[in-house]
């Protein structure tokens, strides 16, 4: 990968550049905001700027589509259409942009792989940006059954680049999880927040006795809340249904309280505490890799089965390819995975789906 | 101040002994287990273990009686009735247990000057414990109608050996604002946590995805449950109340996004990045400081109401005493305050009520 195009100079999208600048990578910005491009590129997170799409997209190996929920479908139309090889976006949701590159391209759609790094900062704008807001985070891929595989590889290259850990998961399942890790509790802090401000003359002393708990908790809700009116038409059906069952348990907690039972409430926070504590931290580079290989049929469909079968299993795709076979009608997917004692679980499902997996520790 | 008495040496008491000592106070600790007082001991927390209450009060300036909430008013009673000069305590609920000091030992209920530190960590017990766990936070005191400007004075003198501002507030209010800003805040974490974890199988993708702002927001969650269901039940009331208000508006915020609201939903998060960015930050020893000279009648309740007025306005206490006149009946209510535009609001309020205060800037 030696040429990138970021459409969108936003927070991401300059983070994106100021990371792939760093490992050597050449990266022309678009942005219908002049200045905000150029914002980027004093800040080092472009090569160059690039008067519109068509200009920018014919020499590079991936475009990144980094700009407003709405937006990005149409602009990832566009790249396809200017020729672009291979098209990743970063939105927070996922479905209704890939049905929608589907719908409209069904036969450049194969291109379009579509991404969401779970990272971010409550700053905005190319000031915010940072070459390492990636490290170590994942970064989410949405592989369908019509995904090249070729584009799909560049794309994790792109992600790695970065830093960032690759889990793949299908659009839909992508959406509902966002909405239970990001989109619910970013709804929920701000909610917080206002609560906690609405005291009218109590306001002062209540903000004085804000301690280092509400202020961790309330964070999020100091980001621009530009993006999120979009977010939250676009996955409405997953964030309602999250917030109906975070609703639902906060009223049993609340229940929990009210009765004052004890054991109750120390159960669930016993749960909450476990769980807490067992959120994995990123791994970075330094985890230890397993390389799988998994024969498979030539046709559409391999590359997203199991690469989401992983994702569903927690399991970063550290490296990945498909070897066609020279005889055609076959190939060998290989995968380079984190090594997890979730590698055999991946075998056993891959088994039970019909493949022969086998799989290799690397040094 | 020379010598201190902690009881109870877990993650409070243990670092309120590290930031006395480091200041050159002479820390005793007291605790029915043993050896955690042997590890607040070792980890430098004490300068002595005492064998229990009554050995170790008589020569002490104030006992901190850092004790779980339900045990905490016995614990003031029994020092209160060994003699100590002033006690104080750590707890998160303060009405109840002042009320139940002042219902058990009315007479010397005046030396209990009841307190709150908005500080802590998800660490348990002397192993967490830091000297500069207070610095820079927010302390409140809840004094009364017969709390002693003498105990007052010295409660807030080792508050602010520790780095931390005193704000005062009444035991029922600081209940309130405590529901708000820490007690609903816990729980709201804990059941946000146990909701992303019940996934089942989607469990680990779920965690995988989990990014920062997920885990600031659930960061208090991984705290030691077990102090939990005693401040429930303790401030039950106030909890309730507080999860049914942040109830209520999240159940709002959830019809904003069903319906599509994009305008209520931009709103709702602009009104709280407003107020998470005007959280006031500890302003610690930088702050400028004015003092103010209130004359006051000799008798009762003067302390409270005029320092609770203060703490309505958010104001911190950096400096406390009342200076009575030799001819008696009359006194000098000397208070030094951090300057802020507040300090005007705090007048007015107090020659509104009848006082006639003054005030200099100091260098």
């Known amino acids: 990968m030696t040429r990138v195009v970021v459409v969108g100079t936003g927070l991401i999208g300059a983070s994106i550049g100021l990371g792939l600048r760093r490992a050597g990578v050449t990266v022309v910005g678009v942005d219908r905001d002049p200045a905000r491009a150029e914002h980027a590129l004093a800040r080092g997170a472009l090569d160059a700027v690039a008067p519109g799409l068509p200009e920018a997209v014919s020499q590079a190996d991936v475009v990144v589509v980094a700009v407003p929920v709405d937006a990005v479908a149409d602009v990832v139309v566009a790249a396809l259409d200017a020729g672009a090889a291979t098209v990743t976006d970063v939105a927070s949701v996922k479905a209704p942009i890939v049905a929608a590159v589907q719908a409209a391209r069904p036969e450049r759609a194969a291109r379009f792989v579509a991404g969401h790094p779970m990272a971010g900062s409550e700053q905005d704008g190319p000031a ?84 280092g708990g509400f202020r961790d908790m309330t964070r999020i809700a100091s980001g621009d809340p530009h993006i999120w009116p979009d977010i939250c038409v676009a996955n409405r059906d997953a964030i309602v249904a999250g917030l109906d069952e975070y609703l639902g348990a906060l009223g049993a907690a609340r229940d929990l309280v009210a009765t004052g039972d004890r054991a109750g409430i120390r159960a669930l926070l016993e749960r909450a505490r476990a769980a807490r504590r067992s959120l994995p931290m990123g791994t970075g580079t330094d985890e230890a890799l397993v390389e799988m290989r998994v024969p498979v049929p030539d046709r559409p469909g391999v590359l997203a089965e199991v690469t989401t079968l992983a994702g569903g299993l927690g399991i970063n795709i550290a490296d990945f390819e498909i070897a066609h076979s020279v005889e055609g009608g076959r190939g060998v997917l290989v995968m380079v995975v984190g090594e997890s004692s979730r590698v055999g679980d991946l075998e056993t499902a891959l088994s039970e789906r019909g493949y022969h997996p086998s799989h290799t520790r690397l040094a």
Chains 1, 2 share one sequence.
């Open 128 to 211: 915010g940006a940072h070459p390492d807001l990636f490290l170590a985070a994942t970064w989410v891929l949405t592989p369908t059954e019509g995904t090249d595989p070729d584009a799909f590889r560049a794309v994790r290259s792109l992600v790695g680049t970065l830093g960032a850990e690759v889990v793949a998961v299908a659009p839909e399942h992508h959406d509902t999880l966002a909405a239970v890790v990001s989109h619910v509790p970013h709804l929920a802090a701000g909610t917080l927040m206002d609560v906690a401000a609405g005291g009218g003359e109590q306001h002062a002393t209540m903000l004085r006795l804000a301690a």
